[in-house]
């Protein structure tokens, strides 16, 4: 797919001067800045990857959100509200972020709202126990470092830095997502069953998470040729597959894939894909939980009306006062 796609367009001879000259600057390794000149494909395929990061930390926030009040103890109520406002800063660090490239937020909330713009696949699925809080953050936030580690050398400075921050906060949901894992997966049998029902219902969408596989992955190609991604989806997939597998043992769970195998010849676990009719199913919309998900944001966003209509109000109000003060 990348040589193809490379192949292709050095056969159009599409690229402007201006296109090489960046492409330069992309392989020296230099940071693109806002106001700095970029092709206009590079920064629509900023704002949608950028945009779609930051509605999966927005919707992203629901599923665990769902279970702050059924916390079984205070500190793990403390522990899970922090998480999840964490969720709320990532949306706004990547929101600014898109808003460098020319995009208003309205605009992305628009887009979030009307189905034009994609938030993450796992967020579909429903939390149904206590277990799947320790499941989400140590396999969905596992996932999501997974893939926002390079994405720190990602070639956009406003990009690359707010992942520096997401990165380290991520790195705390994971372990606290574990930390549950270890707690249920030590406890009564019963206990230990949630734990293992929670692996079960969340290992592929975890999977899944990554992207479809490299030969349905319609812009790899050109994100890894200007570095908005540094590694493919499949590889990404593997690196989360390697490092899980031994959590799981650790914690006396089993991943639920019989064709699972450590393959010495490949120094990698041989793996079964996620099923990939329902991986696009989900991003269609038909999810378990897409309508619900949606409704949810869509009933935020009319309910706060009334707080950024105040807000705009008295801003102009502001405004005009200073202007008289002159
Ligand atoms: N879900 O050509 P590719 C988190 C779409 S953060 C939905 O391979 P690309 C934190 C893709 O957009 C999780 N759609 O696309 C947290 C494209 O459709 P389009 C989010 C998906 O962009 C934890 C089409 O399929 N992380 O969880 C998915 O090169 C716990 C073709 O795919 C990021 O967004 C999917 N899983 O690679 C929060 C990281 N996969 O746009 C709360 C940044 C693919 O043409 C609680 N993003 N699609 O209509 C990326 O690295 C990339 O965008 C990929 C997809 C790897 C997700």
């Given at each position: 797919m990348y040589a193809q796609m490379v192949k292709s367009e050095a056969a159009d001879g599409e690229q402007t001067p201006e296109d090489r000259a960046f492409q330069a600057r992309i392989d020296r390794g230099e940071k693109i800045e806002p106001k700095?000149?970029?092709?206009?494909?590079?920064?629509?395929?900023?704002?949608?990857?950028?945009?779609?990061?930051?509605?999966?930390?927005?919707?992203?926030?629901?599923?665990?959100?769902?279970?702050?009040?059924?916390?079984?103890?205070?500190?793990?109520?403390?522990?899970?509200?922090?998480?999840?406002?964490?969720?709320?800063?990532?949306?706004?660090?990547?929101?600014?972020?898109?808003?460098?490239?020319?995009?208003?937020?309205?605009?992305?909330?628009?887009?979030?709202?009307?189905?034009?713009?994609?938030y993450s696949s796992i967020f579909n699925y429903p939390t149904l126990t206590w277990a799947d809080m320790g499941a989400i953050g140590w396999l969905v936030d596992g996932a999501a470092i997974m893939n926002q580690v390079p994405l720190q050398r990602t070639s956009y400075g406003p990009y690359s830095r707010a992942m520096i921050r997401i990165c380290k906060e991520e790195s705390f949901h994971q372990r606290q997502g574990y930390s549950i894992m270890m707690k249920m997966a030590g406890g009564t049998p019963e206990q230990k069953e949630m734990a293992q029902d929670a692996l079960n219902r969340f290992w592929y969408p975890s999977l899944m998470m990554f992207g479809p596989s490299d030969k349905d992955s319609v812009h790899s190609a050109q994100s890894m040729a200007w570095k908005i991604k540094i590694n493919t989806n499949d590889e990404l997939r593997q690196k989360f597959v390697d490092e899980t597998v031994p959590q799981a043992e650790y914690l006396g769970l089993t991943v639920p894939d019989p064709d699972l195998a450590w393959n010495a010849g490949r120094g990698h676990y041989d793996f079964t894909e996620p099923d990939w009719t329902e991986f696009f199913d989900v991003l269609k919309g038909n999810g378990p939980c897409n309508e619900e998900r949606l409704g949810a944001r869509v009933k935020a966003w009319e309910d706060g009306a009334w707080f950024r209509e105040g807000l705009s109000a008295h801003a102009e109000k502001a405004a005009a006062r200073r202007l008289a003060a002159e």
């Open positions: 700095d000149w970029m092709p206009e494909g590079y920064r629509k395929t900023l704002i949608r990857q950028i945009g779609q990061h930051a509605h999966s930390e927005i919707v992203g926030q629901l599923p665990e959100g769902n279970w702050i009040t059924r916390a079984p103890t205070l500190e793990r109520k403390q522990i899970l509200l922090a998480k999840v406002q964490d969720e709320a800063g990532h949306g706004l660090y990547l929101y600014s972020a898109a808003e460098t490239l020319g995009v208003s937020r309205d605009e992305l909330f628009e887009k979030l709202h009307s189905g034009a713009m994609k």
